[in-house]
């Protein structure tokens, strides 16, 4: 099988023809900035497909060379860190990135983006007309958000201790300029539930439930944020069903897939041929869109938006300017405070209160250093949203 799989890896490389740097179709791809730039749906789809490559059982963040891609099972970045596991609630050191004894679990809910244990007592919700507790957050959830860091970027935030706010506002205090290495990358991924029917048209996984029991649950999408540029490389993906699920506001930016669709209009619709992708799972998701820089050559802000991910705001999205907005300040040097990430200005609530409006095109100056003397700086996290779940250090721990 490997020798199959390489041979089919240099097949792709030798028909690519813009020096594209990979040993195999499961590594991450590496090109000069001007290749990507230039190639960024391409890159995107080789990305994509590196990261959902299934993952090695024993060693976290490697891919599995002896089974083909869309094989059952947990992919590569699912075998990454959670944002949940780096940003502890004690603030506290979240260890090396492999512990002792790892190995891939049944996900229950340590791994999404839910309420936290600490908050279920204080937790309602509305049954049958009535308030009642929330037993299991995941439960009664349409969709399970998780947001997962790949190595390189979760060795440089524990080697800085950004995993807590006292690590953050150090760097503030000592003007510390954040930046991290090459190949860093991020995803965000929602999941929704699922019946057996649908699970041929989808990635998808068993999540236990607070009771003991399973459900089944399906990948609706995955953003995709890599240091390969300065300003890193941005990539949305979708299913292909999510347009005519029930409820769901569609897709209100047209996709943009120069790789996939070729010569015909970008937003054909399609999966790129030959890459492996007919005959799995993956040939049901879509590549949205991709982003390498604030404007279009015309002076325009850039707009990218995932309709599970930005739904509400989806036409004045763009993941560049909104992850450039992630930053810290210190406020007395302990507590720590971040720009928000909707546009919460006067005209927005004077239209429509309840609005949620992103930010788009080129990053201002006076977001991060106000012209009046007693304003608030604020240090960028690079693009790190993540940063912001950071918790204060528990008493009695090692301070930075």
Known sequence: MRGALAGLTLSLVAAFGWGLAAAAAWDPPRGSAGDIRQHADEFAWRLFIALSWPADSKTRGVPDGERPLGAAGPVVWESWLTARQVYREDGADPGPWTAAGWRLELPSE????????????????????????????????????????NRATY???????????????????????????????????????????????????????????????????????????????WATFEHVDNPTLPNHEGWQLPSHDRFACGNEPPDCNRVPSGLGLEGTVWQFYRLRGTQTDFLNPAGEPNRLAN????????????CMTCHARASVAAQAAVTALRLPIF??????????????????????????????????????LDFVWSMSQAQPRAAGGVPP
């Open 110 to 149: 340590q791994r999404f983006e839910t309420l936290s244990l600490k908050d279920f007592p204080h937790a309602r919700q509305v049954v049958n007309g009535r308030m009642v507790d929330v037993a299991d957050p995941i439960q009664g959830a349409r969709r399970l958000t998780e947001i997962r860091l």
């Open 155 to 233: 060795q440089f935030i524990r080697a800085h201790q950004f995993y807590n706010l006292e690590g953050q506002l150090h760097a503030v205090v000592a003007s510390e300029a954040i930046s991290f290495p090459y190949g860093a990358t991020e995803v965000k991924a929602k999941w929704r539930p699922i019946t057996e029917a649908e699970r041929s048209r989808y990635h998808s996984l068993r999540v236990r439930q607070a009771d003991g029991s399973t459900r089944l649950y399906g990948l609706t999408a995955l953003a995709i944020a890599s240091k390969l540029l300065p300003n890193w490389l």
């Open 307 to 318: 309709s599970e991910l930005e739904s509400g705001f989806q036409t004045t999205a763009s």
């Open 343 to 380: 546009d919460t200005g006067p005209t927005v609530a004077a239209a429509d209160p309840l609005a949620r409006r992103g930010f788009v095109g080129a990053p201002r100056r006076e977001w991060f250093a106000p012209a009046a003397a007693d304003a608030t700086s604020y240090v960028p």
